[in-house]
């Protein structure tokens, strides 16, 4: 007797079929007139900060819940659905592209649509055209996925020579702070006008000057875990909060304002790896950096501040309490990504208003972009 062929296998390839005339067929958004709504936007991405990771890195700082920066000063907070276009789990690239363009794509492309491949105008596209300074600073290498997203359009996110490429070629980013990435070498920047910064003395010693852009490439390949700056080797690499604080202090000289993405990239990693104590350090060192962001912000009302994730890692599941400066007991289900939602928190211009509409990662770029 024959099996009957799974409901849900049905769904899934008819759904498939149907993405794929709607995509070839569906003209894209027309983001000609579109501008941001705020002077200034800065987004704030824990890769792979799932809820449990900002409790367990709570428990440890202070030996209670609720007490990072973020958790202590943002008055707005909700949480947002992850999912890429075909499957529940996403990756960073899918979720990194929807918080850039508004749009769901396959895991694996970069601010592309998914079946013609059409270029997704991003977020930070948009501020360039309107005259704003653009900016990403991650804690991976600048060709990493999360960054990538905002400023590049490939179908693979492993095709960082076609990555770097298009940076260089992109007259729209104004500054890029990250780990070493081999396809993107220092002279090639260089011959492409960029100022290229290699250590945290030039990081430092950098001023702003018109017209100018500039590439931080540090280390090489991802900057070392926040764990581990201690140790030998680390001098001359600047940790998240002294790329962010550069950035400000670069773009805060733009008379139309800026988009900045600052992304805790390792904290993803630590998770791939069920490490708990650098997850933990990543957490605690984003939390500081968002709150020298808060301190550059304060008293500003043409700005606007969100901290998320784009997606969790590793399963994480506190389960007890240990107290400050002590581990918390955990359990992790994965080595990889989950679909768990996570957490969104909001400060500063129409923080009420932003927070009750975003419920998915594609509403980060609808309530930051006006498109009318």
């Known amino acids: 007797m024959k099996k009957k062929a799974c409901p849900r296998l049905i769904l899934t390839v008819v759904s498939i079929f149907v993405l794929f005339i709607t995509s070839c067929r569906t003209s894209l958004p027309d983001y000609s007139n579109a501008a941001l709504k705020s002077r200034n936007t800065i987004l704030i991405i824990g890769d792979g900060m799932g809820p449990e990771q900002v409790k367990a890195a709570s428990l440890y700082l202070d030996g209670e819940e609720g007490q990072l920066s973020f958790e202590t000063d943002f008055p707005y907070r909700t949480t947002m659905t992850t999912h890429s276009l075909l499957v529940p ?41 309107e005259g704003k300074m653009t900016g990403l600073v991650t804690t991976a290498h600048v060709a990493h996925a999360t960054p990538a997203a905002f400023a590049v359009h490939v179908y693979n996110r492993n095709h960082y020579d076609e990555i770097a490429r298009q940076y260089l070629a992109n007259p729209r980013v104004d500054l890029l702070f990250g780990g070493a990435n081999d396809n993107l070498p220092a002279q090639d920047a260089a011959e492409a ?8 003395a030039a990081l430092s010693a950098l001023a702003y000057g ?13 900057l070392p875990y926040e764990y581990d700056y201690d140790y030998e080797g680390t001098d001359d690499l600047p940790k998240l909060s002294e790329m962010a604080l550069k950035a400000l202090e670069i773009l805060e000289n733009a008379p139309g304002g800026f988009f900045l993405m600052i992304e805790a990239g390792r904290i993803d990693h630590a998770g791939h790896a069920n490490d708990l104590a650098r997850n933990i350090y990543e ?8 709150e020298q962001v808060l ?45 768990a939602d996570v957490p969104v928190y909001v400060w500063g211009d129409r923080a009420g208003e932003i927070s009750a509409r975003i419920e998915d990662n594609t509403d980060i770029f609808k309530v930051l972009v006006q498109t009318e």
Not at 107 to 123: C, E, H
Not at 193 to 200: E, H, I, M, R, S
């Open 89 to 129: 789990i996403t990756d960073s690239a899918a979720s990194a592209t929807a918080m850039a363009t508004g749009q769901k794509v396959r895991n694996g492309q970069l601010s592309v649509s998914a079946f013609s491949g059409r270029y997704l105008k991003t977020i930070l596209e948009i501020a360039a055209d």
């Open 210 to 222: 018109e017209g100018e852009k500039y590439l931080g490439s540090f280390g090489d390949g991802h």
């Open 193 to 200: 006008g960029y100022t290229v910064l290699t250590d945290t």
């Open 283 to 290: 957490t605690l060192e984003l939390s500081n950096t968002v």
């Open 295 to 339: 301190t550059w912000a304060a008293g500003r009302e043409d700005t606007v501040i969100i901290v998320t994730a784009d997606h969790e890692t590793g399963g994480l599941r506190v389960r007890e309490n240990n107290g400050a400066g002590s581990l918390p007991t955990v359990r992790w289900r994965t080595s990889g990504h989950t679909d």
